[in-house]
Nanobody
Framework: VQLVESGGGLVQAGGSLSLSCAAS????????LGWFRQAPGKEREGVAC?????????YYADSVKGRFTISRENAKPTMYLQMNSLKPEDTAVYYC?????????????????WGQGTQVTVAS
């Protein structure tokens, strides 16, 4: 299993960024996917999650509802996180993660494989 994130960077508050996580080495359709973030001195937290293609459920943390959108493109296979109306408190290292299950997994403990992370910095 290999996960490679891209798309992080520096953006002004109110701006947008789109993160990608390219996957390889496994049957992507059968996996639940998640985006997590970790700010300095804080625990890693769930941002957005999506279940396998069989069910298609999504979860968003309250702090990002209405601003972030998680999606998956099984043919590539890649997962995305579109982030709009970014705030300085969104600054963190963002990680993608996967687990082979049809359900929706929102906890960090539920994921088996992780990407290396990509830095997102939102300037005020």
């Amino acid at each position: 299993v290999q996960l490679v994130e891209s798309g992080g960077g520096l953006v002004q508050a109110g701006g947008s960024l789109s993160l990608s996580c390219a996957a390889s080495g496994f049957s992507f359709d059968d996996y639940a996917l998640g985006w997590f973030r970790q700010a300095p001195g804080k625990e890693r937290e769930g941002v957005a999650c999506i279940s396998s293609s069989i069910t298609g459920y999504t979860y968003y943390a309250d702090s990002v509802k209405g601003r972030f959108t998680i999606s998956r493109e099984n043919a590539k296979p890649t997962m995305y996180l579109q982030m709009n109306s970014l705030k300085p408190e969104d600054t963190a290292v963002y990680y993608c993660a996967v687990r082979r299950t049809i359900g929706l997994i929102t906890s960090t403990r539920g994921y088996e494989h992780w990407g290396q992370g990509t830095q997102v910095t939102v300037a005020s």
